[in-house]
């Protein structure tokens, strides 16, 4: 009798491990329970997204407001569309700015609104007109070390 309720309590370790390690996964691989019933869709063009992915958060004020869907390369405009899934409760004015974003230093990348003032809101199907591309680490420190070297040859 003693061996078998040693069994129960081993077994439901294990399944409480798993559990565990499954919700953990989700939480890596950014696979939230996001997925409103009413959303609208709208879109951006970024010069350069760094390492946005799809799924990844579209936040205003620290809140998830929605959900990047969809990435594409764009052969007119030679610059990446990001196509976002946006909550229908939140409504952004149409001269709303977006960035791309890092949480952290070395966090994951979103796209962050900053409400403009406009008294039209976006609709489905409208497009972001002011964006702000990733910041890419390398860039800023190759930028960094020609201002140091231009600045040292002054002297």
């Given at each position: ?126 497009k972001i007109m002011k964006t702000n591309s990733a910041m890419?680490l390398e860039e800023l420190i190759g930028r960094f070390l020609f201002n140091k070297a ?6």
């Amino acid at each position: 009798m003693q061996r078998t309720t040693m069994d129960l309590w081993v077994g439901l370790f294990v399944v409480m491990g798993i559990i565990a390690l499954m919700i953990l996964s989700l939480k890596v691989g950014n696979l939230n329970v996001y997925n409103p019933s009413q959303s609208y869709v709208i879109t951006g063009n970024f010069e350069n997204i760094g390492g946005l992915k799809i799924r990844a958060p579209v936040k205003s004020a620290g809140v998830v407001v929605g959900r990047v869907t969809n990435i594409q390369f764009s052969t007119e405009t030679y610059d990446a569309v990001v196509t976002m899934s946006m909550d229908a409760r939140f409504q952004f004015p149409k001269d709303t700015f977006a960035s791309i974003l890092t949480s952290g230093l070395l966090g994951e990348q979103y796209i962050g609104l900053a409400a403009g003032g406009d008294e039209a809101m976006l609709k489905a199907g409208d497009k972001i007109m002011k964006t702000n591309s990733a910041m890419v680490l390398e860039e800023l420190i190759g930028r960094f070390l020609f201002n140091k070297a231009a600045e040292d040859d002054s002297f």
